[in-house]
């Protein structure tokens, strides 16, 4: 039973104790004070109440048949239901070592009998206050983690839309429609889901990184924004010194996402777009750039969009030749497997590829 507890609301005190005359004392003590007493014998008929009523605070014998007050402590502390609840130990006998006992199974307080009234009150105010006021601090915290949560949230999605933001000035930098990102996204989260299907990459490809593919692939080209348009549409051959400047668009992408990760930002998106954008001109065999990296050195992300991009790139118009077929492409492509592409997730888009766009 979830325990709350409001200003308005008249607290109600669970009394265990198998001797009638000490629950009606007690009971009479706890009405007098405006609390709703509940009278139970044993053990078991109190865990029976708690389930039942939103029990506020516990005053429980020690010493009773059957199933003692310590148990009944036990049973209620291990339970996230009623942990919270403060528990008041009663006992005829003042016990050094039943009192340790009791508040190493985290019991709150411990009163003697025959009861003093003054001390009773005394002590059930105390724990009913701190009860209240633990209760206000978790749910202070819960608000406070809610908000805080809401506000990463909102500032996440501000970092992408000024990241989406730059995308869009480097992507028309360099003469690529929005057909062009959406393909790009589409077709490495199709291929990624396939993959998922094999044995060699089943441990590796979560639906939550099929997910973060998706709105990372885009941003491979980001460094674009930092390349002379001049370069960037040139459709006649470039220069040595020209390929060189367009190779930092990789180096810049990555720098300006690491600039954001800096800030705090150690999300599996920020992390998959810095290995996207300064990987995917790597090759297989490790004659690509910027680092001339190999194999699976290169990170699984940038090995994934490396391929759809070449893709999607074959089977689109340029301004310098028209666009090839699905096939066509393929056929391509092929001539670089094992050498700029992974072989083995080569041969996942080829069994997929009626499904890319």
């Given amino acids: 039973m979830t325990n709350t507890m409001t200003h308005k609301e008249i607290p109600l005190i669970l009394i265990v104790d198998d001797i009638e005359t000490n629950r009606f004392t007690l009971r009479?003590?706890?009405?007098?004070?405006g609390y709703k007493p509940i009278l139970t014998e044993n053990g078991e008929q109190a865990l029976k109440v708690v389930e039942r009523f939103p029990i506020h605070l516990i005053i429980l014998d020690i010493?009773?048949?059957?199933?003692?007050?310590?148990?009944?402590?036990?049973?209620?502390?291990?339970?996230?239901?009623?942990?919270?609840?403060?528990?008041?130990f009663i006992s005829a006998f003042d016990d050094a070592s039943d009192i340790e006992r009791g508040f190493?199974?985290?019991?709150?307080?411990?009163?003697?009998?025959?009861?003093?009234?003054?001390?009773?009150k005394a002590r059930v105010k105390l724990h009913l206050k701190l009860y209240e006021t633990n209760l206000?601090?978790?749910?202070?915290?819960?608000?406070l983690h809610i908000s805080v949560d809401t506000q990463l949230k909102q500032m996440e999605i501000e970092k992408k839309n000024v990241l989406y933001a730059l995308l869009r000035i480097a992507r028309e930098s360099a003469c690529y429609d929005t057909e062009h990102m959406e393909r790009l996204s589409?077709?490495?989260?199709?291929?990624?889901?396939?993959?998922?299907?094999?044995?060699q990459y089943d441990h590796l490809i979560s639906d939550t990184y099929v997910d973060t593919i998706e709105l990372a692939a885009p941003l491979c080209d980001l460094g674009n924004v930092a390349?002379?348009?001049?370069?960037?549409?040139?459709?006649?051959?470039?220069?040595?010194?020209?390929?060189?400047?367009?190779?930092?668009?990789?180096?810049?992408?990555a720098k300006i996402l690491k600039d954001i990760q800096s800030l705090g930002d150690y999300n599996d998106f920020i992390q998959m777009s810095i290995d996207i954008a300064g990987?995917?001109?790597?090759?297989?065999?490790?004659?690509?750039y910027p680092s001339g990296i190999s194999g699976d050195d290169i990170p699984l992300a940038a090995q994934i969009v490396a391929l759809v991009s070449v893709y999607c790139a074959l089977t689109e118009n340029r301004i310098y030749r028209e666009m090839y077929g699905a096939s066509?492409?393929?056929q391509i492509m092929e001539q670089d497997s094992g050498i700029k592409f992974n072989p083995v997730i080569f041969e996942i888009l080829k069994k997929i590829f009626r499904q890319l766009h």
Avoid at 68 to 88: A, H, M, Q, R, Y
Avoid at 186 to 199: D, G, K, P, V
């Fill in 28 to 33: 009479d003590i706890i009405t007098e004070m």
């Fill in 227 to 253: 390349i002379s348009t001049t370069i960037l549409q040139k459709t006649d051959a470039l220069t040595e010194e020209e390929t060189e400047i367009i190779r930092t668009h990789t180096t810049i992408g």
């Fill in 328 to 330: 066509e492409a393929l």
């Fill in 136 to 143: 206000r601090l978790k749910d202070l915290n819960r608000q």
């Fill in 186 to 199: 589409y077709n490495c989260r199709t291929l990624a889901e396939a993959m998922q299907l094999s044995s």
């Fill in 63 to 88: 010493a009773m048949p059957v199933m003692d007050g310590f148990e009944v402590c036990k049973i209620l502390k291990s339970n996230p239901e009623t942990k919270e609840i403060p528990i008041i």
């Fill in 279 to 288: 990987y995917h001109h790597e090759n297989w065999d490790g004659s690509g």
């Fill in 104 to 120: 190493a199974l985290e019991g709150e307080d411990y009163i003697t009998k025959p009861f003093t009234p003054s001390i009773v």
